[in-house]
Structures are given as structure tokens and as C-alpha cells.
């Protein structure tokens, strides 16, 4: 649960790629988007933001060396 109802779990304001910044919506394996996170969602990429949703099996930080 976040901080914040229907915002990202992570935030990266960097812009690459046409993108004003990535925002990372992390789900347990069967996980889904509530309406206020779809609601987030769309709003940023109005407003040129990247927005991945990722599930659990996919949630690897890798450090590099």
C-alpha cells in the first residue's frame, strides 16, 4: 500500500525517450489495478510519463558492477 491513493509504487523523474519520467506499479503475482490506479495511470501518460505495471515474478533489482 502506498502513500499516496492510486500513485506508483516507484518514481523516476528522468527524461529519456520523449518520456518527462517512468512510474512502476508493483503487483503481487495475481495483483490487479484498482480504478484509482488505471485513473493514475492514464493521467501520466497524458502527461508523457512511461508507466509500467509489473507482477511479482518479474520484480528483480539487479546491481550493476
Not at 5 to 10: E, H, R, T
Not at 16 to 36: N, T, V
Not at 40 to 59: G, P, R, S
Request: hydrophobic share 30%; glycine share 8%.
Amino acid at each position: 500500500m502506498g502513500i499516496v491513493p492510486g500513485a506508483a509504487d516507484m518514481n523516476l523523474d528522468l527524461a529519456r525517450c520523449g518520456y518527462h519520467g517512468l512510474r512502476i506499479e508493483m503487483k503481487s503475482a495475481d495483483g490487479k489495478q484498482s480504478e484509482k490506479q488505471r485513473n493514475f495511470q492514464n493521467a501520466l501518460e497524458k502527461n508523457h510519463k512511461k508507466t509500467i505495471v509489473t507482477h511479482e515474478k518479474n520484480h528483480e533489482i539487479r546491481r550493476k558492477r
